[in-house]
């Protein structure tokens, strides 16, 4: 049976005449939110389900994560997190906390992080 597509807005479509003869919503798909660690405590969990890697100009990585009640977070990683992360894998429940910000004597101000992984 030949189904057609009807564009309803830029961001929904409706499939008709599926075998059911019923209607099919479908609405876009929009990209996953970016957490932003900012004050310390800030605590992302879940699933991990993506790692992109050599995003940006400075081809960093973004990890995306399922949280249990079904919605993605994706966070970005740094020299910090990449490290402590480079033995998840995709799969395992995980675990970030931001526990502030460090000033070493000498060199750049970072973010540092606990991370978790379920036994």
Request: charged share 35%; no cysteine; net charge neutral.
């Amino acid at each position: 049976m030949e189904q057609e597509i009807k564009k309803i807005n830029e961001n929904e479509i409706t499939k008709e005449g599926n075998e059911n003869n019923s209607e099919w919503e479908w609405k876009k798909v929009d990209e996953t939110p970016i957490f932003k660690f900012e004050k310390e405590g800030d605590t992302v969990q879940g699933e991990l389900i993506d790692i992109q890697k050599e995003v940006g100009i400075h081809n960093s990585k973004i990890y995306t994560l399922l949280e249990s009640f079904g919605i993605g977070v994706s966070f970005w990683g740094s020299t910090v997190l990449d490290s402590k992360l480079k033995t998840i894998k995709i799969g395992e429940r995980i675990k970030v906390v931001y526990k502030g910000k460090v000033q070493p004597p000498k060199g750049q101000e970072y973010k540092v992080f606990d991370v978790f992984r379920a036994k």
